[in-house]
Nanobody, 119 residues
Framework: QVQLVESGGGLVQPGGSLRLSCAAS????????MAWYRQAPGELRDVVAT???????DYADSVKGRFTISRDNPKNTVYLQMNSLKPEDTAVYYC?????????????WGQGTQVTVSS
C-alpha cells in the first residue's frame, strides 16, 4: 500500500508565498517522476510542474519564474515553492508520483490541498 500525503496549503495574500510538501510512504521500491497538478473549480486538472528522479524540472508557462519544484529522494518527498502568488493560482493542488512496488509500477495521487490567494 502506497500513500501520498500533502501539506502546506492555505490562504495567502496576492504576492505572498507558500510551500507545499508531499511525502510518499509504503512498500516503495523506487519513485520515478513526481509532479504537482492543480484544479480550479469548474476546470480540468492541469500539470503545474514535474521533476524526474534525476532532478530535471519542467513548468507550466503560467508559473515559470514563480514556482520551484524540488525533491528529496531519500525521503520520497516532493516540494513546490510558490512565490509571487496570484489570485488565479487559487486551486486544489495535487501531488503525483509514479512508483514501483513489488506488485507493479503505478501512478499515485495525493488527497489534494487547497491554496487560496485572496486579499
Amino acid at each position: 500500500q502506497v500513500q501520498l500525503v500533502e501539506s502546506g496549503g492555505g490562504l495567502v495574500q496576492p504576492g505572498g508565498s507558500l510551500r507545499l510538501s508531499c511525502a510518499a510512504s509504503g512498500s516503495i521500491l523506487r519513485v520515478y517522476d513526481m509532479a504537482w497538478y492543480r484544479q480550479a473549480p469548474g476546470e480540468l486538472r492541469d500539470v503545474v510542474a514535474t521533476v524526474t528522479s534525476g532532478g530535471s524540472a519542467d513548468y507550466a508557462d503560467s508559473v515559470k519564474g514563480r514556482f520551484t519544484i524540488s525533491r528529496d529522494n531519500p525521503k520520497n518527498t516532493v516540494y513546490l515553492q510558490m512565490n509571487s502568488l496570484k489570485p488565479e493560482d487559487t486551486a486544489v493542488y495535487y501531488c503525483y508520483a509514479r512508483i514501483r512496488t513489488v506488485q507493479a509500477t503505478s501512478n499515485y495521487w495525493g488527497q489534494g490541498t487547497q491554496v487560496t490567494v485572496s486579499s
